[in-house]
């Protein structure tokens, strides 16, 4: 080993201060973390998709093809990006587990359960055009302190729904967006196939945040429970998507009731509701 001379003693003595020791050298940020663990190219696929989609729409004989296929892609998309917010509010919060940053990818395939994920978000769908985003996601929630940030890693989800309706509607709402596919008709589909896609947004936000135990509006609840009503809680959880299936089949009036709301909320955000039902005419073309 090279011992130092006088020069070297100097040098170091000057400049030592300024060397990054291993305190000194930070971590990424947060955001940056969740940014790099984004399936980029996944994501723009997605986008890809729903583009090719709507352009389908120019083509008369195509036009359902082009609206099934928008919002069927555009729903699951919305269903990657509504568990993304779940994650992504957990590993901020502080769950870092690999489960958690595997959901950051934002892949839906991780995020399938058999039951959850296909057999009663389609039920709802092709029934009545009632969305529900039911991926599956396992966080550790030990990891988590605070009843506040477990509220908000439920609400999380619907947050991201409220966000991609949001930029839907801003699509419509610009200028002639829809004015390349040609003709007047087949800008009326593209047209109301996104506000149509909009407006199941709306839809699974309404219906999540219900205070039933097992949806985001329960479990954002949850954690302010005592130990009695937790009991009650859990007991109650299984049967969620059984009690959300009666409640808008069974009791007369609810169903027109959420579909009110959202219709004003497409309102509210300056589009014609007309629209959505256009587009819902269009995607649930078996029942014409």
Do not use: K
Request: hydrophobic fraction near 55%; charged fraction near 10%; proline fraction near 7%.
């Amino acid at each position: 080993m090279r011992m130092l001379n006088p020069d070297d003693e100097r040098f170091l003595a000057g400049v030592g201060t300024h060397l990054p020791g291993p305190r000194a050298q930070r971590r990424p940020g947060v955001a940056m973390e969740i940014v790099r663990e984004i399936n980029w190219p996944l994501w723009l696929g997605f986008l890809a998709l729903m583009a090719a989609a709507l352009y389908i729409c120019r083509f008369p004989n195509l036009v359902t093809v082009g609206v099934v296929g928008f919002v069927i892609v555009g729903w699951i998309f919305s269903l990657a990006l509504h568990e993304f917010g779940h994650a992504a509010t957990a590993f901020a919060s502080g769950d870092r587990s690999l489960p958690t940053r595997r959901y950051l990818s934002g892949n839906p395939l991780l995020y399938l359960h058999p039951y959850l994920s296909i057999v009663f978000p389609l039920l709802f769908l092709i029934i009545g055009g009632i969305p529900l985003p039911g991926g599956a996601v396992y966080l550790n929630r030990g990891m988590v302190r605070g009843r506040w940030r477990q509220a908000a890693i439920s609400l999380a989800g619907p947050a991201a729904n409220v966000i991609v309706g949001a930029l839907l509607l801003v699509l419509v709402r610009v200028g002639d967006a829809f004015s390349l596919l040609g003709t007047a008709e087949s800008a009326l589909a593209a047209e109301s196939a996104v506000v149509f896609l909009a407006a199941l947004q709306l839809v699974a936000v309404v219906l999540n945040l219900l205070p039933i135990p097992g949806l985001d509006g329960g479990n954002a609840i949850q954690p302010f429970l005592g130990e009695r009503d937790l009991r009650t809680f859990y007991a109650i959880q299984p049967y969620a998507f059984i009690i959300l299936f009666a409640l808008i089949w069974l009791v007369p009036g609810v169903n027109d009731f959420i579909w009110s709301l959202v219709y004003r909320g497409l309102a509210l955000g300056g589009v014609e509701p007309e629209l959505a039902y256009i587009g819902q005419t269009l995607f649930m073309f078996w029942r014409r």
